[in-house]
């Protein structure tokens, strides 16, 4: 298996804000790439950078052998990209766009109608076809600005937050578009989102980024697995709270329980330790020993959001919030700026 | 499915367009935009009209009687003309595309980059060709003929009107590029001014003096108006080749501002 994109230590700054700081990433050959971070974190950026619209201020990216900065013809032929902002013009019809961009790719005749048909049909909007994009709900746009990007059967695909701020349905139908195309064309998909279980569900491999760097990389499950523990919620009533800490700290202190972090959550504790289903019983056992009365037990794995705390020393969330207020201060991102 | 049928399936479809291909298709585009929006074209005529009938009304006994000016609707209409063709949206067209992520999505595209701006240019004289069709039907229609040869006439302004239009929408299309502002490409329509309006528009040449005379006859659209009434009112082939002469000048300084902000707009990073 070979490498679809790669990149070696991508910078990019605007003015005096650098929004990648040295990114260098490996995808291979047919996986789906999750790059999973806040807003802000300079996901955009190096999708930008990868697809040709944005020179690297410093290091280098390659898609499927050729140089993103110096052979950018080649590269748009061979890749795909849905971009965050669905750029697409209102006052043309779903068919007319998508003509229009297949003619781009040097798409013609029955070629070009059998692409259109096959890729509407595939984002489900064949019915659709004919009415002026300014008529499309939000997802109907994501939709065809999807099937855009795959008229020419690109060999690797870059989908940059393509289900931010969908509805569930929708997110869930882009979802199965995705893993389809995989298993259909075999194409390499480099996905950025903010959403955990987005990249969970879907890719094989993940980068997490924050504040321009990469601070974990692997599968989602290796990346859980370093955090050490699982995830035992309990739920207790307000009034046996004290009692039910006492409990659990007694319990760890006596080596019935490992030691991990215990965190109050308002309705019970939320209690990090490794082997969860057998530490369960264990905790199960001790409180009710201890005459504690206690609501719903469930033990999980750890989720992506706890890779993220493990690596950043925060949630997502609080990044997301961070990168909001800063972004005030920062000089915009030259929209429509182009490479040539 | 075998791993053989994923690799060839895996095989893009890509291939060069070419430039003219690009073009063709840019253009498309451009001109559909252009005929859906019925209420700029509406728009883009009902000022010189309205001028014209103003101008006309107002004006056309005094320059009979004291300017010996036979029709002086023939002497207005090549002004309600090139009025129009200097109200095309090419450059908001753009800037919108720039705006809204359009323009990046038809740059991650093999398009060649000049496509995209020729394009719109070859959307623009779409655009004056309509106006300036619209425009000598209906000076047709209140009686205005033209000197020599109608079709000759005909096709002659309509040239001259093409080249100083396809100039002037070059202005705003240099402005989308350069600055990607909405607001920035709307107000290049301000320069129409003093270039329409600092030239012969209301009496001929020989009756104005002073400072007026002066910078009238330093504007090269002077030339452009006194070229486009030469069809009508008495070929004189000097006039007109001066005329194509000065509206080529324009055009090509207005083609050279947007191939630099082109290059600007394109220039990685």
């Known amino acids: 298996m070979s490498a679809a994109i790669q990149a070696h230590d991508l910078v990019h700054s605007f003015g005096e804000v650098e929004a990648v700081r040295g990114v260098s990433l490996k995808v291979q050959e047919g996986e789906i790439y999750g790059f999973l971070g806040p807003n802000g974190a300079g996901k955009s950026t190096t999708v930008r950078i990868l697809t040709t619209l944005l020179a690297p201020t410093g290091g280098s990216g390659m898609v499927l052998g050729h140089d993103v900065a110096a052979d950018r013809t080649t590269v748009r032929r061979l890749i795909g990209v849905a971009l965050q902002e669905a750029g697409l013009d209102p006052k043309q019809t779903g068919r007319e766009l998508l003509t229009l961009q297949g003619r781009l790719y040097g798409l013609r005749g029955s070629v070009l109608t059998g692409q259109v048909a096959e890729v509407t049909e595939l984002v489900g909007l064949a019915d659709a076809l004919d009415r002026r994009i300014q008529t499309y709900s939000g997802g109907m746009k994501r939709r065809l600005d999807l099937a855009s990007a795959l008229l020419h059967r690109p060999r690797v695909l870059f989908l940059d937050e393509p289900t931010t701020g969908l509805d569930p349905l929708s997110r869930a139908l882009i979802w199965d578009r995705i893993r389809e195309l995989r298993e259909r064309f075999g194409a390499t998909i480099f996905l950025t989102t903010q959403y955990l279980e987005e990249a969970d569900e879907l890719a094989d491999q993940v980068a997490i980024i924050d504040q321009g760097r990469i601070v974990r990389e692997g599968t989602p499950a290796a990346l859980k697995a370093e955090v050490g523990a699982d995830v035992i919620d309990v739920g207790v009533d307000e009034r046996e709270c004290g009692a039910a800490r006492v409990a659990i700290l007694e319990m760890q202190s006596g080596g019935e329980l490992p030691a991990g972090e215990l965190r109050g959550t308002g309705t019970g504790y939320t209690l990090f330790v490794p082997e969860g289903p057998r530490n369960i019983a264990v905790l199960i056992r001790g409180l009710d020993k201890a005459g504690i009365r206690f609501g719903a037990v469930s033990v999980s794995r750890p989720t992506l959001d706890d890779v993220f705390l493990a690596a950043t020393g925060g949630r997502m969330a609080a990044a997301a919030e961070r990168a909001d207020s800063d972004e005030q201060e920062r000089v915009p991102e030259p929209a429509g700026r182009s490479a040539p | ?269």
């Open chain 2, 1 to 269: 499915m075998t791993a053989a049928s994923v690799a060839d399936e895996a095989r893009t479809l890509a291939a060069p367009a070419g430039w003219v291909a690009d073009v063709a298709a840019i253009t498309g585009r451009a001109v559909r935009g252009i005929l859906r929006e019925p209420e700029l074209f509406l728009f883009a005529l009902i000022i010189p009209v309205f001028f014209f009938v103003v101008q006309v009304g107002a004006l056309g006994d005094l320059a009979r009687r004291s300017m010996g000016i036979s029709s002086y609707a023939a002497f207005q209409l090549p002004i309600a003309i090139l009025f129009a063709a200097a109200s095309t949206s090419g450059g908001n067209a753009l800037v919108l595309d720039i705006a809204n992520g359009y323009w990046d999505k038809l740059s991650v595209t093999p398009v060649h980059r000049s496509a995209l701006v020729v394009g719109t240019l070859f959307g623009e004289l779409f655009a004056v060709l309509s106006y300036s069709l619209v425009l000598l039907v209906f000076g047709w229609v209140i009686g205005v003929r033209f000197a020599g040869n109608e079709v000759v006439g005909a096709l002659g302004l309509l040239g001259l009107t093409l080249l100083f239009g396809v100039g002037f929408a070059a202005v705003s299309i240099a402005v989308a590029l350069a600055t990607g502002s909405v607001r920035a490409t709307q107000s290049t329509f301000i320069i129409f001014f003093p270039l329409l309006f600092l030239t012969p528009s209301a009496l001929p040449r020989d009756q104005m003096t002073g400072w007026f005379d002066t910078v009238v006859s330093l504007n090269p659209i002077t030339y452009v108006v006194e070229a486009a009434r030469s069809f009508l009112s008495g070929i004189d082939v000097l006039v007109i080749a001066r005329g194509a002469l000065a509206a080529l000048l324009f055009s090509t300084l207005t083609f050279g501002l947007t191939a630099l902000a082109f290059r600007r707009r394109v220039r990685m990073g």
